[in-house]
């Protein structure tokens, strides 16, 4: 069992721009598919991104497309989320997960099992 654990939230203003980080420490993510979720108050958990172990296959969510960027250094086994132009609605707990091997889900809350506890980002307007 990994725990990752994300970092690199925070309050920003509308345009800006953050950077998440998702790690497992005494673990290495370099073994698992890995994906960006965020949860709005009242909202269900959405997807975000997907990237695969070895990065040749990314998703990203319509919502996020062109502002937002998922990557991973495999050799530190850090998962990231580079977000620009950054907008009020993207105000949400962003979560880190891994993908469950034996499924082809990547964009929903199912494919995955092991979550982080989440870092919170709020765009103020």
């Known amino acids: 069992q990994v725990q990752p654990v994300e970092s690199g939230g925070g309050l920003v203003q509308a345009g800006g721009s953050l950077r998440l980080s998702c790690t497992a420490p005494?673990?290495?993510?370099?073994?698992?598919?890995m994906g960006w979720f965020r949860q709005a108050p009242g909202k269900e958990r959405e997807f975000v991104a997907y990237?695969?172990?070895?990065?040749?296959?990314?998703v990203i969510a319509d919502s996020v497309k062109g502002r937002f960027t998922i990557s991973r250094d495999n050799a530190n086994g850090t998962l990231y989320l580079q977000m620009n132009s950054l907008q009020p609605e993207d105000t949400a707990v962003y979560y880190c997960?891994?993908?469950?091997?034996?499924?082809?889900?990547?964009?929903?809350?199912?494919?995955?099992?092991?979550w982080g506890q989440g870092t919170q980002v709020t765009v103020s307007s």
């Open positions: 997960a891994t993908k469950i091997d034996t499924t082809t889900v990547t964009s929903t809350p199912l494919g995955y099992n092991n």
């Open positions: 005494g673990r290495t993510l370099s073994t698992y598919s």
């Open positions: 990237i695969s172990r070895g990065s040749s296959y990314i």
